[in-house]
């Protein structure tokens, strides 16, 4: 589903959100939303809620009667393709502004939307005292599912009763599930009441979810609430398959780790002094560096660097390093942030109580140190992220290379060379370097251009072209390989790092490098 609209959520002064704008997604999927608690991330789904159902701000913004408690003074609003209506409490209700703006919701796609908060509903458990008159059993499709998100069998005989003889539709609170166990070869069944409060949650969420529509959107709050990891993981693969098969968006808050590192799309909520920042398609570590309790992660040393390219980069060149020294490394962890600027301020903020007592360094890309650093000490010494720089002294290094301009530019350079390792590593004697980087002078074209006089322009424009000829160098070489795009990045890594330090004074700076690193633990 890629919605037809654009659509925009301004939350201010509810509850503890001073400000915060919401860009909904425009594709399905499953989508983590997290931050620290008291971050809006409850607030925020239940403003989404509100576009199809009426009640969201009764039902999840309950005022008091009492004119000092439970005050909702603030206003939310929604922008859907550059109209707006604004919702504010009038004392009894939601007042839509302007009027005759409140029929806007009705330009959304979605079919439905659906919010499952953590309250009563989602830990239901039948109370009535039960019979076992008219067993029957469950639906496969909600025992299959539920073998599978527990990694087991025990509900292969899963059963369903009525608790209710009204006609009509059977919502929860008229069916209870049961699970047969045969003592003394006398068959006997021990109901929800004993199931876990994991089991229960699951079990529940299926059946929220069995007869939703299509085109839908699904909003679960605190997803992980009293699952294993591994049962949280399991449940994501699902919710990933549910998402592809339904057409479905499906935003989940959390806390998790395991949640946070298994889904594709990270949004991070993070409270600043007078607004709170949204970071869409955030980075795992980003997120789990403002939730994740100390323990979690504790390597012997962590390395940060700005993308996953250049933690493949980082990857390589210390398997290099353990080599030329042939000895294992301590455990250590790399860490893509996002940009030179947000990887130097993740450092300094981490250090007092993500890392305690772990070393941290940074590994920049080549072209802060050739071009952002300089030019910053001599037009903006007073720029923070220049003088985080200078405070956080050798605790900052850099890579060999900006990780797709030094690639691309170091494959040109060693084509027969390259050429060869790879006709080797595919058994392929058709690959032919030359072909595949047929758009390399685009690079070129750009460096040699007069008329751009403004250099950093200039170098930004160089770097964002090599990311496009390498992007098209690596596709080509998948498709003549038949291997993923990531194997190549990998092997195209490996090979650069080979060849760049195979000569002695090139291992005798990454002895240094490394070695002063390590030397710290």
Do not use: C
């Amino acid at each position: 589903m890629i919605l037809g609209y654009k659509l925009k959520i301004t939350i201010e002064d509810i509850k503890n959100i001073k400000k915060l704008e919401f860009k909904m997604p425009s594709r399905n999927g499953v989508y983590a939303l997290t931050g620290t608690n008291g971050s809006g991330k409850t607030t925020l789904l239940a403003t989404i809620a509100r576009i199809k159902n009426k009640f969201a701000f009764q039902k999840y913004f309950r005022a008091s009667p009492d004119e000092k408690l439970d005050l909702f003074k603030g206003k939310i609003e929604y922008e859907i393709n550059g109209e707006k209506v604004y919702y504010q409490y009038g004392g009894r209700n939601w007042s839509a502004h302007p009027r005759k703006h409140s029929s806007l919701f009705s330009n959304i796609s979605y079919t439905d939307i659906i919010l499952v908060p953590p309250n009563e509903s989602r830990l239901f458990i039948h109370q009535k005292d039960l019979n076992t008159h008219r067993i029957r059993g469950a639906n496969q499709e909600l025992i299959t599912h539920l073998n599978n998100i527990f990694s087991t069998n025990k509900f292969d005989n899963l059963k369903v009763m009525n608790t209710d003889k009204t006609r009509g539709k059977k919502n929860r609170s008229k069916v209870a599930y049961l699970i047969p166990k045969t003592i003394n070869r006398k068959t006997t069944y021990y109901s929800e009441k004993n199931f876990s409060l994991g089991e229960i949650l699951i079990l529940n969420l299926f059946l929220e979810l069995k007869d939703f529509s299509k085109n839908s959107l699904i909003l679960i709050d605190e997803i992980e609430l009293a699952l294993h990891p591994k049962v949280q993981i399991n449940l994501i693969n699902y919710l990933k398959e549910y998402s592809r098969e339904n057409n479905t968006q499906i935003i989940l808050s959390t806390h998790s780790i395991s949640v946070i590192r298994n889904v594709d799309n990270i949004i991070f909520l993070k409270e600043k002094e007078t607004y709170t920042e949204v970071t869409y398609n955030a980075y795992p570590a980003q997120a789990i560096g403002e939730i994740a309790y100390q323990d979690d992660l504790k390597p012997d040393i962590v390395f940060l660097v700005e993308d996953k390219m250049a933690k493949i980069l980082l990857t390589h060149m210390l398997k290099k390093y353990s080599e030329i020294i042939n000895k294992a490394l301590p455990d250590y962890k790399i860490l893509p942030i996002g940009g030179y600027k947000n990887v130097v301020e993740f450092h300094e903020t981490s250090k007092g109580y993500l890392f305690n007592n772990v070393p941290i360094i940074t590994l920049l890309d080549l072209d802060v140190k050739d071009d952002v650093i300089p030019y910053l000490e001599t037009n903006k010494p007073e720029n923070i992220f220049y003088q985080l720089y200078k405070i956080l002294g050798a605790e900052i290094q850099f890579l060999p290379i900006t990780p797709e301009l030094g690639l691309v530019s170091f494959i040109d350079a060693h084509k027969v060379q390259v050429t060869t390792i790879l006709k080797n590593e595919f058994n392929d004697n058709s690959i032919d370097v030359s072909l595949l980087l047929l758009r390399f002078n685009e690079i070129a074209l750009i460096q040699n251009d007069v008329t751009i006089l403004d250099l950093m322009k200039k170098n930004g424009q160089v770097r964002k072209k090599a990311k496009s000829v390498l992007s098209d160098f690596i596709i080509n070489l998948s498709r003549k390989t038949n291997e993923s795009e990531e194997y190549i990045i990998k092997i195209l890594n490996k090979i650069y790092v080979d060849l760049y330090f195979e000569n002695t004074q090139e291992q005798n700076n990454l002895k240094a490098l490394f070695g002063r690193f390590f030397s710290q633990i």
